[in-house]
Nanobody, 126 residues
Framework: QVQLVESGGGLVQPGGSLRLSCAAS????????IGWFRQAPGKEREGVSC???????YYADSVKGRFTISRDNAKNTVYLQMNSLKPEDTADYYC????????????????????WGQGTQVTVSS
């Protein structure tokens, strides 16, 4: 059974850092793409970052230069290092797998992913 578990969220001051983890069970993470998404209160879920099966990496423009996605195959875990956090980064963060589209460039589409974790909350506030 495919399962994703996010962790690492919390309360951080503006300018601070957090590292989110997405631990997988029931499958091997490197066998497919993994995406990170977030959903702020009252807003739609949006794509944050993606690492493809081959290791290609994609970011939303809003997080480029601040967030870094990485994969630890030995731990079967994908990380999202978030630096220079801003209040507008406040959201529930989710990881996703089971990419169903033909082209990885569709990674930011919610409909492209078939399996989701339960999310971890990130609050950026002073």
């Amino acid at each position: 059974q495919v399962q994703l578990v996010e962790s690492g969220g919390g309360l951080v001051q503006p300018g601070g850092s957090l590292r989110l983890s997405c631990a997988a069970s029931g499958f091997t993470l490197r066998s497919g793409a993994i995406g990170w998404f977030r959903q702020a209160p009252g807003k739609e879920r949006e794509g944050v970052s993606c690492i493809s099966k081959s290791g290609s990496i994609y970011y939303a423009d809003s997080v480029k230069g601040r967030f870094t996605i990485s994969r630890d195959n030995a731990k079967n875990t994908v990380y999202l290092q978030m630096n220079s956090l801003k209040p507008e980064d406040t959201a529930d963060y989710y990881c996703a797998t089971n990419f169903r589209h033909l082209f990885i460039h569709d990674w930011s589409l919610i409909s492209a992913w078939g399996s989701w974790g339960q999310g971890t909350q990130v609050t950026v506030s002073s």
